[in-house]
Nanobody, 123 residues
Framework: QVQLVESGGGLVQPGGSLRLSCVAS????????MAWHRQAPGKERELVAT?????????NYATSVKGRFTISRDNAKNTVYLQMNSLKPEDTAVYFC???????????????WGQGTQVTVSS
């Protein structure tokens, strides 16, 4: 059985930093991309950053986090990270890890989601 386990959330003051981690545990056949999404109270879930897992790594960021957040991954550990710097109160949300992959070569790729980790930016 495969699952995503996030960690690293918490309370931080404006201007501070946090690093989120997400381990894609279990036996994966293939992972093509990893991403972070977030959902603030009363708002829809939004894409924060994505990273591909191939030889040529491609990353993309939401405009609101570009230049402040950095997504990275360790393929050997099936882990994706989100380094968040210069945090703002509007970054407060539950952050979800997302993986596009499959655990069974007979099955198509699909989205997997973690349970989420709370990030609160407040003084």
């Amino acid at each position: 059985q495969v699952q995503l386990v996030e960690s690293g959330g918490g309370l931080v003051q404006p201007g501070g930093s946090l690093r989120l981690s997400c381990v894609a545990s279990g036996s994966w056949f293939r992972i093509t991309a990893m991403a972070w999404h977030r959902q603030a109270p009363g708002k829809e879930r939004e894409l924060v950053a994505t990273i591909t897992t191939g030889v040529n790594t491609n990353t993309n960021y939401a405009t609101s986090v570009k230049g402040r957040f950095t997504i990275s991954r360790d393929n050997a550990k099936n882990t994706v990270y989100l380094q968040m710097n210069s945090l703002k109160p509007e970054d407060t949300a539950v952050y979800f890890c997302n993986v596009m992959g499959t655990a069974d070569w007979r099955q198509p790729l699909r989205n997997y989601w973690g349970q989420g980790t709370q990030v609160t930016v407040s003084s």
